[in-house]
Each structure stands twice: as structure tokens, then as C-alpha cells.
């Protein structure tokens, strides 16, 4: 498809735009959305794409050029950061900040976070659906498949005894 009325000639493979006139200055931005046939790619194969602008005998080009991509060229990252206060009184309860990621580009299947407590702390609770084991002391959520850029914060409660922290 094109943006702003781009007319496309299926036997010159062109997309013609009729700007008319225009000043000193003027500008614009014009989109060419195409799709690929992975079957007829090849990795490492090199898709050029041409433009051209006219004014009467003035003229300019400009190449763009995108690399195929094939099999074994996808991957994903997950990412976690913790968080807690710097510092508490004695008997005072902690909610600590778990901020989770996922980076690349392909699905990251069934995202799982595990938080373990440390002894000396009581859970009180855990947001988003968190579940707490009592035998393991561990929190765990069960995020699903995730895409790239999907993101998140859960954060956990929990209550200390002045007696129990030295």
C-alpha cells in the first residue's frame, strides 16, 4: 500500500505520487508498505528499493536497502530488576519492586518469575496473581508467552519483627 494517494502501476512496479506545485522549504513524508514471500528469500539476500524525485529536469535519487533474515535469526531476552528500600526500621514492612522485560524478536513462550524470601521476612502479599509457597518460601507468576517489548512491575509485601533482624 501507499500513503497519500500513491498510485501504483503493477507493470513498471512503480508507485507514482502527483505532488504539484511546491515552495522553497516544503517537505513531506511519503509510505510504501510491502510484503515478502519467505519462500522465495533467501538469508542474507538484499531487498533494494529505489526512489526518485522530478521537478522538471531536477531530479534525485535515493537506494534503501533491508537484509533478509532466515532461521536461526530470531531470539528473545528476558530481563528482571529488583527493588527494595535502601534502608528500614526495625518491624517495619518491605515491598519489594520486581520490573520484568522482554527484549528481541520472537515470541517468549511461557514467561515465568519466581521470587524467593529471604527467612527473616513474613509474606503478606504479592500483586498480579502471584502465588506464595510456604514450604519454599517462593513466589511465582506465571506471565504466559510474551512478545518483544512487553513489560511489567510486581511487587511483593512483607512484614519483619524487630526481634527476628540483627
Do not use: C, M
Not at 67 to 78: A, I, L, Q
Not at 102 to 114: I, K, L, S
Amino acid at each position: 500500500s501507499a500513503s497519500d494517494s500513491g498510485v501504483y502501476d503493477a507493470t513498471t512496479r512503480q508507485i507514482v505520487w502527483q505532488l504539484g506545485d511546491k515552495q522553497n522549504g516544503d517537505n513531506g513524508t511519503l509510505t510504501v508498505v510491502v510484503s515478502t514471500n519467505a519462500s522465495t528469500l533467501s538469508n542474507g539476500e538484499t531487498i533494494t528499493n529505489n526512489v526518485e524525485i522530478r521537478s522538471g529536469v531536477k531530479t534525485d535519487t535515493a537506494t534503501a536497502n533491508t537484509t533478509v533474515n532466515k532461521g536461526g535469526s530470531t531470539d528473545h531476552n528476558v530481563n528482571i530488576e529488583k527493588s527494595a528500600p535502601a534502608s528500614i526500621n526495625a518491624g517495619d514492612g518491605i515491598t519489594y519492586t520486581l520490573t520484568w522485560s522482554v527484549t528481541g524478536n520472537e515470541t517468549a513462550p511461557d514467561v515465568t518469575v519466581t521470587d524467593t524470601l529471604p527467612s527473616n521476612v513474613t509474606f503478606v502479599s504479592a500483586s498480579n496473581g502471584g502465588t506464595y509457597d510456604d514450604v519454599t518460601r517462593k513466589i511465582t507468576w506465571l506471565l504466559g508467552d510474551k512478545q518483544p517489548g512487553d513489560s511489567g512491575t510486581l511487587t511483593v509485601e512483607v512484614s519483619t519483627e524487630a526481634a527476628s533482624l540483627t
